[in-house]
C-alpha cells in the first residue's frame, strides 16, 4: 500500500475525534511508525508498540510512569485535571490510595500545655474550665517540682520524731543522730559511685558514729579529731584495692566525711547543754521557715533565678522570703526561749538562712555534676534523706557558732 504524500493535516489537541499522532517536537526524518525503536533522550518522541492507549485530551500515548492517576478536581469535569489520565483497568483511583507515611524528623520536643491541669492551681484550672489555654498558660503558677502533700507529711513525721527524743530521752537525740550520719554516709557513697568515685563505705559508717559520740561526750575538738581520723582511716581502707583510682576515691572519702558526720556532729554539740534543746529547736525552726519562706515567695514572686545551672527553680525573690521569714520567727523565738534580744534573733536568723541556701546548693552541685535527681527514693516527697538535710547539715555548725557568741551557756 502507497503512504500518502506530504505534511500530515492540522490537528488541535484535545478535541473529539481528531486522530492521534506519536507526540509532539518530530524532528524533521524521523521514522514514526508504530513500533520504531526510539531511545529517550535523543530526540525524537516516545512511541510505544501497535495498540498503546492514547491519553485522552492530548496527542500524544500514555507513557507508563510518567502519567499518574487521575486526581479529581475543580477545573475538569469529570475529575481528570489537565496533563494526567484515566485510572486503568486494575488501577485505582490517588483518593482511594493510602496516604504515604510521614517521616519523623528528629529534633527537640517543645513542651506544651495540653489536657486538665493538676489540682490545686485554682487559676490555671478557672483557665481550662473556660476554654482559654493561652490565658492559662500565661497566668498559671509555676510548680514547686514535687509532691507537696507527702513532702509535708515526711517534714512532719521527721520533725516528731526529733521533738520526740528531744523532750523525752535526750540519748536517744544522740541514737538519730547517729542512725542519720549511717543512713547520709550510704546513699553519699552510692551516689558518688554514680561518677565513678569508690569511697570505703566501712570506715566511714563507723567512723562517722565514732564522731556523734566524741562531739557529745567531748565537745568540738573531740569532733574534729574524730574527722581527721575517719579520713586517714578510709585512706588506708582504699589502698588495700590498689593504686588505680585513689586520689580519686579518697577525695571522695573526705568529702563524704566532711560533708555528712563531721557537720551532722554540731547537731549533738547543740543538743549537749542543759539548754540544748531550746538551742536545736531555734535552728531547726529557722531552718523549716526559710524553706517555707522561700517556696512561697518563689512560686508568687520567683522571676530572677539565682543560679539556673545549678537549681533552676532558686529564685532571688525566694530568697528574700526566706531571709524574711527566718528573720521574724528567729527573733521571737530566740528571745522566748534563750533571752536573747531580738535584732540579734534576727541576725541569728539570716545568719541560718544564708548557710541554708548555700547548703542546698552545695548537694544541687553535686547532683548535678553526677547527673542524678535525688540521693535515693527512701522518703517520698523529698528523695533521700540527704535532699531533706542538706540545708540543715550547713546550718548547723553556723547555729552553733552564732548561738556561742550571742547565746553563751553551760
Same mark, same amino acid.
Given at each position: 500500500?502507497?503512504?500518502?504524500?506530504?505534511?500530515?493535516?492540522?490537528?488541535?489537541?484535545?478535541?473529539?475525534?481528531?486522530?492521534?499522532?506519536?507526540?509532539?517536537?518530530?524532528?524533521?526524518?524521523?521514522?514514526?511508525?508504530?513500533?520504531?525503536?526510539?531511545?529517550?533522550?535523543?530526540?525524537?518522541?516516545?512511541?510505544?508498540?501497535?495498540?498503546?492507549?492514547?491519553?485522552?485530551?492530548?496527542?500524544?500515548?500514555?507513557?507508563?510512569?510518567?502519567?499518574?492517576?487521575?486526581?479529581?478536581?475543580?477545573?475538569?469535569?469529570?475529575?481528570?485535571?489537565?496533563?494526567?489520565?484515566?485510572?486503568?483497568?486494575?488501577?485505582?483511583?490517588?483518593?482511594?490510595?493510602?496516604?504515604?507515611?510521614?517521616?519523623?524528623?528528629?529534633?527537640?520536643?517543645?513542651?506544651?500545655?495540653?489536657?486538665?491541669?493538676?489540682?490545686?492551681?485554682?487559676?490555671?484550672?478557672?483557665?481550662?474550665?473556660?476554654?482559654?489555654?493561652?490565658?492559662?498558660?500565661?497566668?498559671?503558677?509555676?510548680?514547686?517540682?514535687?509532691?507537696?502533700? &507527702?513532702?509535708?507529711?515526711?517534714?512532719?513525721?521527721?520533725?516528731?520524731?526529733?521533738?520526740?527524743?528531744?523532750?523525752?530521752?535526750?540519748?536517744?537525740?544522740?541514737?538519730?543522730?547517729?542512725?542519720?550520719?549511717?543512713?547520709?554516709?550510704?546513699?553519699?557513697?552510692?551516689?558518688?559511685?554514680?561518677?565513678?568515685?569508690?569511697?570505703?563505705?566501712?570506715?566511714?559508717?563507723?567512723?562517722?558514729?565514732?564522731?556523734?559520740?566524741?562531739?557529745?561526750?567531748?565537745?568540738?575538738?573531740?569532733?574534729?579529731?574524730?574527722?581527721?581520723?575517719?579520713?586517714?582511716?578510709?585512706?588506708?581502707?582504699?589502698?588495700?584495692?590498689?593504686?588505680?583510682?585513689?586520689?580519686?576515691?579518697?577525695?571522695?572519702?573526705?568529702?563524704?566525711?566532711?560533708?555528712?558526720?563531721?557537720?551532722?556532729?554540731?547537731?549533738?554539740?547543740? &543538743?549537749?547543754?542543759?539548754?540544748?534543746?531550746?538551742?536545736?529547736?531555734?535552728?531547726?525552726?529557722?531552718?523549716?521557715?526559710?524553706?517555707?519562706?522561700?517556696?512561697?515567695?518563689?512560686?508568687?514572686?520567683?522571676?530572677?533565678?539565682? &543560679?539556673?545551672?545549678?537549681?533552676?527553680?532558686?529564685?532571688?525573690?525566694?530568697? &528574700?522570703?526566706?531571709?524574711?521569714?527566718?528573720?521574724?520567727?528567729?527573733?521571737?523565738?530566740?528571745?522566748?526561749?534563750?533571752?536573747?534580744?531580738?535584732?540579734?534573733?534576727?541576725?541569728?536568723?539570716?545568719?541560718?538562712?544564708?548557710?541554708?541556701?548555700?547548703?542546698?546548693?552545695?548537694?544541687?552541685?553535686?547532683?548535678?555534676?553526677?547527673?542524678?535527681?535525688?540521693?535515693?527514693?527512701?522518703?517520698?516527697?523529698?528523695?533521700?534523706?540527704?535532699?531533706?538535710?542538706?540545708?540543715?547539715?550547713?546550718?548547723?555548725?553556723?547555729?552553733?557558732?552564732?548561738?556561742?557568741?550571742?547565746?553563751?551557756?553551760?
Amino acid at each position: 500500500m502507497d503512504r500518502p504524500s506530504g505534511p500530515p493535516p492540522a490537528v488541535i489537541p484535545g478535541r473529539p475525534g481528531a486522530p492521534t499522532r506519536p507526540g509532539p517536537d518530530v524532528r524533521p526524518g524521523t521514522d514514526t511508525r508504530p513500533g520504531a525503536d526510539v531511545r529517550p533522550g535523543s530526540g525524537g518522541p516516545m512511541r510505544p508498540g501497535p495498540g498503546a492507549p492514547v491519553r485522552p485530551g492530548t496527542d500524544g500515548p500514555v507513557r507508563p510512569g510518567l502519567d499518574g492517576p487521575v486526581r479529581k478536581g475543580p477545573d475538569t469535569p469529570g475529575g481528570s485535571p489537565r496533563g494526567t489520565r484515566p485510572a486503568g483497568p486494575g488501577e485505582t483511583d490517588s483518593e482511594d490510595l493510602p496516604e504515604p507515611p510521614r517521616r519523623r524528623v528528629k529534633g527537640r520536643r517543645r513542651a506544651t500545655w495540653t489536657g486538665a491541669p493538676a489540682a490545686g492551681n485554682a487559676i490555671r484550672q478557672a483557665a481550662y474550665a473556660s476554654g482559654d489555654d493561652e490565658s492559662a498558660k500565661a497566668r498559671s503558677l509555676p510548680s514547686a517540682g514535687r509532691n507537696l502533700p &507527702a513532702a509535708i507529711g515526711v517534714s512532719l513525721g521527721l520533725g516528731a520524731v526529733v521533738a520526740g527524743s528531744l523532750f523525752f530521752w535526750r540519748e536517744g537525740f544522740l541514737l538519730l543522730i547517729a542512725a542519720m550520719i549511717v543512713v547520709g554516709v550510704w546513699e553519699m557513697t552510692r551516689a558518688l559511685a554514680v561518677g565513678g568515685a569508690r569511697a570505703p563505705q566501712i570506715p566511714l559508717t563507723i567512723g562517722g558514729v565514732l564522731m556523734a559520740g566524741l562531739a557529745w561526750f567531748a565537745g568540738p575538738d573531740a569532733l574534729a579529731l574524730g574527722l581527721l581520723v575517719t579520713v586517714l582511716a578510709s585512706m588506708l581502707w582504699r589502698l588495700g584495692d590498689g593504686r588505680a583510682g585513689f586520689l580519686r576515691d579518697a577525695a571522695a572519702a573526705t568529702l563524704i566525711a566532711v560533708y555528712v558526720p563531721f557537720l551532722g556532729g554540731f547537731a549533738a554539740l547543740l &543538743a549537749y547543754p542543759d539548754d540544748g534543746v531550746a538551742r536545736v529547736v531555734v535552728t531547726v525552726v529557722a531552718v523549716v521557715l526559710t524553706d517555707t519562706g522561700g517556696y512561697v515567695a518563689g512560686v508568687f514572686l520567683g522571676k530572677h533565678y539565682m &543560679a539556673p545551672s545549678i537549681s533552676p527553680k532558686k529564685s532571688w525573690e525566694g530568697f &528574700a522570703g526566706s531571709a524574711l521569714a527566718s528573720a521574724l520567727g528567729s527573733a521571737l523565738l530566740v528571745y522566748l526561749l534563750l533571752g536573747v534580744a531580738p535584732w540579734w534573733g534576727a541576725l541569728f536568723g539570716i545568719g541560718v538562712t544564708i548557710s541554708a541556701v548555700l547548703g542546698d546548693l552545695a548537694e544541687s552541685m553535686i547532683k548535678r555534676d553526677l547527673g542524678i535527681k535525688d540521693m535515693s527514693n527512701l522518703l517520698p516527697g523529698h528523695g533521700g534523706l540527704m535532699d531533706r538535710l542538706d540545708s540543715i547539715l550547713f546550718a548547723l555548725p553556723t547555729a552553733f557558732l552564732l548561738l556561742s557568741v550571742l547565746a553563751p551557756g553551760s
